[in-house]
């Protein structure tokens, strides 16, 4: 019986571990309690929904945590940072899937489970919140936030003047070396569906495999490119805009900046969608609904745009004063474009770059 | 002596060679699912598959990784090991307790903070003058090297222990220099300690998931990350990853030798320390100072940073309490679970010659060549195939129960370390005294007693260290946690894996310190555990 007499002495350390989580600040508590809250009563306390999430814990916790207290829904969640795992997962489960809402940090997935039937028809008054381009044709799927496809450069090594002014323009000589991408991240594999809309199969095969003659680090994410670009690895990559703010957040003095492409309507300019759809299998619709509601209520789009430094969806919520107006800029591409992830798989396939 | 009953002597003998096979069946349970996988894997997208010529340049680049990381590990593990037990010098406890614990350290986590530190403008890199970035194959090595030489200082340290002083020291007598008496003693006693210790390296590098996709190497399961949608792909790099066992089974048979029946005839005295001879002490600090300074202190001090800046700019940190208790649960579960299906085989291996011991050992070792995510996508699909055998739509089913207790993740924790506590267990029960057992057989003590008294104390040491391998490796785990948890369960390796993922940098410092902590406590209990 030494082994358990060992353990009841090391209590105290385990119990150090403990303190220490029990100091840390509550992430998860609540914004403020919204002024049109319904107190939960011990009935509702009792309900649940299971949602599969592809968008971080970190990111969209305290949002579950809100919603939990204002309406007694408790959410059970399964978190995947890789959104294809998580869709695969809820395709192969099928009828047995305990999820009642799948949320997506790219929307390409949400497409080609609305187009497997996965997903249930959204209501016409929810679908109404924000712009046509960012929801489904079908109505299958809502975009809860945006994500701005940019470049992120060194200021001390690359002046602002000297960037391209089109995507395309990325491939001279001059960045040989110099660049970062992460060819099995989804948001690129999305931003390539997107090229092959805008440039043609012929065109985005050809920018690709120009690029990779320039022989660009690979990277696994967007945020190591971003650090890259900092420490000094490179100096160019091609990822999301938020991660740079983020990662500022925490440590202003990091040596990186965004950049979209000054020319408007550039395929180089692309906005991303994170997105939201009921699972057709589910036996709590009503209550998934509302979780759809809460994320697109105005006050989770200020939580996105102001936590998260992402662009809301919703007409009329005001972005973060950080991020730049680029609406301008943007090229419009149809969801379904973006959906055809497996023709853009078999693309980067074929050009070795998976 | 009166022969035992014939009946009662098979008995003895089939039933741990029954159970033995019986947990080695269990192995084939993910593989079931696997093949459930690629017959009924609904796909998202027709993408080509994996072309096989692409595949046997990674299958060669997975072995080189595998087998370089190896030697590395073996040599600087061993010397440190030698060290810490056979000599006396300046800070021995202290540096020996620090060197193994990079081994809490995640590889993806520790691939990260080297990757940043030795870019141009990283704190090393900038001053080292590198103009590049620090990634391939290279930094692999370094980072892989990093996390497992911990595995064979422990291992190496626990047979050290054992070693007889006697001959060693009349060999010293006789004038023998350290270095003759270490070829001529030590090694050869190593030998099977070094084949498990290279179960494990080799087997961890060619498994490892995160750090090469962090540093760009490409590897198998370098590969795998990126095709890890595709089921058949999977499967097909499954395929090489089984085919890079082959080699390294070889190599380990190689190793291993004739050494396995060398066992202790009585209890050793154990060897004293002598004062370390001056012109080793560099070569020593040096080893000491490698695996300090850049797989603790790097890491330990980039994650202080990552907390205090997060403290700096009044950020939040997410609330962990319920994280931590999932993390102890399921790691504390999972570990002794290893340690109890490992114990079977070590122990009926370890004490005699079966017809297929060999092929037995083979199928130990050979389970810790699958990849996590190979063993999760076996398990879910095992799970979704019982599901739907199961369900009479009455509602829940004994599955979902299963599943929601967490059992699942403990048998793919089983299934994924099962040879790491093998290998831990094995040098330590080879050790044990068979005449003091047969003495207190002939006197009348029962198997039990015999168990408690005699077996246990003597296996002690290898238990500790098996206990602690298999801790760490499972705080530390990702794939197989990420896919089989249950829902709303999250564990401190994911947090770390999430936070540092999407630049969270301050959460992932505080989850990473809280993982370091902990693997800090059990070493702590177990080391007290050892002097009692």
């Known amino acids: 019986m030494l082994f358990p007499q060992m353990i009841l002495r090391r209590v105290p350390l385990l119990g150090i571990i403990l303190a220490l989580a029990a100091c840390s600040k509550n992430e998860t508590k609540p914004i403020k309690e919204p002024t049109d809250a319904v107190a939960a009563t011990k009935n509702e306390q009792r309900d649940s929904i299971t949602l599969y999430s592809g968008r971080s814990q970190v990111l969209i916790e305290p949002l579950l945590t809100e919603f939990t207290q204002r309406t007694g829904i408790k959410v059970d969640v399964r978190y995947d940072k890789s959104t294809q795992n998580l869709a695969t997962r809820l395709l192969s489960e099928g009828a047995q899937s305990k999820a009642d809402v799948f949320f997506a940090q790219d929307s390409g997935y949400l497409g080609a489970l609305a187009k497997q039937n996965v997903l249930a028809q959204l209501p016409e008054a929810l679908l109404a919140l924000v712009p046509a381009t960012h929801r489904d044709a079908q109505g299958k799927w809502i975009a809860t936030s945006g994500r701005a496809r940019v470049l992120v ?55 690709l495999s120009k690029i990779k003659d320039l022989n660009p680090k690979t990277y696994p994410k967007n945020s190591p490119q971003v650090k890259g670009v900092s420490n000094g690895e490179i100096q160019i990559g091609w990822v999301n805009h938020y991660y740079l703010h983020k990662l500022k957040a925490a440590n202003p003095e990091l040596k990186a900046a965004n950049y979209s492409f000054s020319q408007a309507q550039d395929a180089g300019n692309v906005m991303m969608l994170s997105g939201i759809g009921i699972v057709s299998h589910s036996k709590k619709k009503e209550a998934a609904q509302k979780l759809v509601e809460h994320l697109l209520s105005e006050k989770s789009q200020q939580h996105f745009t102001t936590k998260i430094y992402e662009y809301p969806t919703r007409t009329g919520i005001k972005a973060n004063a950080a991020l730049p107006d680029i609406s301008s800029l943007m090229s419009h591409v149809p969801q379904e474009h973006l959906a055809d992830v497996g023709g853009t798989l078999k693309m980067l396939r074929d050009l070795k770059l998976q | 002596m009166q022969p035992a009953p014939p009946a009662q002597v098979s008995l003895k003998a089939f039933l741990p060679v029954a159970g033995t096979w019986g947990i080695l069946a269990l192995a084939v349970v993910p593989l079931l699912g696997m093949f459930l996988a690629l017959q009924h894997s609904p796909t998202l997208f027709d993408t080509p598959p994996l072309a096989l010529t692409d595949l046997w340049p990674l299958v060669g680049r997975t072995l080189g990784l595998a087998l370089l990381v190896s030697a590395s590990a073996l040599i600087l593990g061993t010397w440190l090991a030698f060290a810490q037990v056979r000599y006396d010098y300046f800070g021995n406890g202290l540096l020996s307790l620090l060197s193994t614990l990079p081994l809490a350290v995640p590889s993806y986590l520790l691939a990260a903070i080297i990757r940043e530190n030795f870019a141009p403008r990283g704190s090393l890199g900038s001053l080292l003058g590198f103009e590049n970035a620090f990634m391939g194959f290279e930094a692999a090595l370094l980072v892989l090297t990093l996390s497992c030489t911990p595995y064979v200082q422990i291992l190496v340290a626990a ?81 090489g990853l089984v085919a890079c066992t082959f080699p390294v089974l070889a190599l380990i048979r190689l190793l291993h030798g004739q050494q396995q029946a060398q066992r202790q005839l009585s209890e050793p005295r154990k060897l004293t320390k002598e004062p370390m001879p001056k012109h080793l002490l560099a070569p020593t600090y040096l080893a000491h100072f490698f695996m300090v300074s850049l797989g603790l202190f790097l890491p330990l001090i980039t994650i202080c940073g990552w907390v205090f800046s997060g403290l700096q700019q009044q950020e939040s940190f997410a609330q962990l309490g319920g994280i931590i208790s999932n993390t102890l649960i399921y790691t504390v579960t999972g570990a002794l679970l290893t340690l109890v299906a490992a114990l079977l085989p070590a122990y009926t291996l370890a004490r005699g010659k079966h017809r297929h011991s060999g ?126 948890t249950p829902l709303g369960k999250q564990t401190l390796a994911y947090r770390i894996f999430d936070a540092q993922q999407e630049g969270v940098l301050p959460d992932a410092g505080l989850a990473a310190l809280l993982l370091l902590l902990m693997a800090l406590c059990v070493q702590l209990i177990l080391l007290n555990w050892k002097k009692t």
């Open chain 1, 153 to 207: 450069y060194d200021p001390s090594a690359v002046q602002p003047d000297d960037l391209p002014k089109t995507l395309s323009e990325l491939t001279d000589s001059k960045w040989k070396d110099k660049l970062g991408w992460a060819p099995g991240n989804a948001s690129f594999q999305a931003h390539v569906s997107a090229l092959r809309h805008l440039w043609g199969e012929e065109k985005a095969a050809e920018w």
């Open chain 2, 159 to 239: 047979a050290l222990r054992h070693t007889p002083a006697g001959p060693d020291e009349a060999a010293r007598t006789l004038g023998a220099t350290p270095w003759r008496r270490f070829v001529a003693l030590t090694l050869p006693r190593l030998r099977p300690t070094w084949a498990f210790a290279l179960v494990i390296v080799a087997f961890y590098v060619i498994s490892d998931f995160g750090a090469v996709a962090l540093l760009d190497c490409e590897v198998l399961t370098w590969a795998l990350y990126q095709s890890r949608h595709a089921p058949p792909d999977a499967m097909r790099i499954g395929f």
């Open chain 2, 359 to 484: 092929l037995a050992e083979n199928a130990v070792y050979a389970t810790s060549a699958v990849p996590g995510i190979l063993i999760a996508i076996g398990i879910f699909f095992l799970v979704l195939g019982l599901n739907r055998w199961w369900d009479n739509g009455s509602g829940v089913t004994w599955v979902e129960l299963v599943e929601s207790a967490g059992l699942f993740l403990l048998f793919g924790y089983v299934m994924r370390f099962l040879s790491e506590g093998y290998a831990a267990l094995k040098p330590a029960i080879l050790n044990i005294d068979l005449r003091q057992e047969e003495s207190a057989q002939t006197l009348g003590a029962s198997s039990a007693r015999i168990f408690q008294k005699i077996t246990l104390p003597a296996i002690k040491p290898g238990l500790k260290a098996a206990y602690l391998l298999l801790f760490i490796a499972i705080a530390k785990e990702l794939p197989i946690t990420l896919m089989l």
